[in-house]
């Protein structure tokens, strides 16, 4: 009775896991399709009307998901993930180029374009990415999702070296 508790335990643990690492990597994707493809596509516009209608969308998911301000570290609250100074940085880059009129000069749309560019992207050894608090695709709940992960991973863990060590030894049984 005891194995049958302890089996359906570790069996249960090991499946939240897998929920909650697909639950993450669809919350990445989700986040990727609705926000940072149009900030890519924001970055990339030749255009000041493509440029605005991108990053308009991309502001709007943030401000409808709610995810204007906070900070998604989990222990140490470093200004490089710092939600509400990235988000104002998106907004004032928005009243930029809503500031624009037909009688802006082509050179001044140009600079905006160009300023636009630094703003939404990094360069990092990999090439050109977009500017982004790492893990904002599950803020407000990465605590949540880091304390649960690791009860649950570490328990999972041991069941899976728990029941590889049973497997070898009904191998090294039947093998005798």
């Given amino acids: 009775m005891k194995n049958l508790v302890m089996f359906v335990m570790g069996f249960g643990s090991l499946i939240i896991v897998i929920v909650l690492l697909i639950s993450r990597i669809y919350n990445g994707v989700n986040f990727s399709m609705e926000c940072t493809q149009y900030l890519k596509r924001a970055a990339d516009a030749n255009t000041v009307e493509l440029a605005k209608n991108n990053l308009n969308r991309a502001v709007n998911y943030l401000e409808y998901c709610h ?36 009688n802006t000069s082509q050179l001044e749309k140009a600079n905006i374009l160009m300023k636009l560019r630094e703003t939404l992207t990094d360069n990092t050894k990999n090439g050109t990415a977009i500017t982004c608090p790492q893990g904002i695709s599950i803020y407000p709940r990465n605590k949540w999702y880091f304390y649960v992960l690791v009860i649950f991973g570490i328990y999972s863990i041991a069941f899976l070296t728990k029941i590889w060590d049973e497997l070898l030894d009904f191998i090294a049984d039947r093998l005798m």
């Fill in 67 to 102: 995810l204007t301000n906070g900070v998604v570290s989990i222990f140490l609250k470093q200004p490089e993930n710092d939600i509400g100074f990235w988000y104002s940085n998106l907004r004032a880059s928005q009243d930029e180029l809503n500031k624009v009129t037909t």
